[in-house]
């Protein structure tokens, strides 16, 4: 790798104040501290299994409730992989992923086309995690497909337990982003789509 892909981005809201930084050559190694427990363990488990490093830092109005902690977290993490990936010259683009955790079975499809756009076909079946709510997951998937430039489908062909349904989608992203930005090998001075370019719009 001739240059290092690494990324800092800080964001200060009247809401929140957070700092993330990104290596996508890494090895899996975080610091992570947003404030929810729940949540500071799903961006452990992203950054274990897609191998990128990610140290992030969070202050955010909780004594409101978590959702704009959540939400800016997201559009951190996603802005830090999108600065890193530059003009994505040499990137795989796509991922994908089906990971079992226990009687949970999620998949995930990912590709870093610069063009944001979610599928969640997600449901739990209570609205709290301890004191996370649930509905927060979407928001976090959301806001990181949009600041990364990414297409993501996300779907929990089935499942019980509300803890293994949220980290298979965790670790189902993290999987399907290990894939995507790889430099392949064949490719490595190209951008992926036939228009030469992952500026945004259809490529």
Not at 97 to 126: G, H, Q, Y
Request: net charge negative; with cysteine; charged share 25%.
């Amino acid at each position: 790798m001739s240059e290092e892909r690494r990324a800092r981005i800080e964001r200060v809201t009247k809401e929140t104040k957070i700092t993330g930084t990104v290596n996508l050559d890494g090895g899996g190694h975080y610091q992570v501290a947003t404030g929810i427990g729940f949540l500071d363990h799903m961006m452990e488990q992203l950054s274990r299994h897609s191998l990128i490093d990610l140290d992030l830092s969070a202050q955010g109005d909780l004594h409101i409730d978590f959702h704009h902690t959540t939400e800016d977290c997201g559009y951190v993490v996603g802005e830090a992989v999108a600065q890193a990936l530059g003009d994505r010259t040499g990137i795989t683009r796509y991922g994908h992923a089906l990971i079992p955790m226990d009687e949970t079975l999620t998949r995930v499809a990912l590709d870093l086309s610069n063009r944001p756009f979610v599928v969640w076909k997600v449901d739990f079946s209570r609205p709290k995690l301890g004191d996370f709510d649930t509905e927060l997951f979407r928001e976090w998937f959301h806001a990181f497909a949009q600041a990364a430039g990414a297409t993501l489908h996300v779907e929990t062909l089935y499942g019980e337990n509300n803890h293994h349904i949220a980290e298979s989608c965790f670790k189902g992203l993290a999987r399907a982003l290990r894939q995507a930005v790889e430099i392949d090998p064949r490719k490595a001075d190209a951008v992926p789509s036939t228009k030469g370019t992952l500026s945004g719009g259809l490529t």
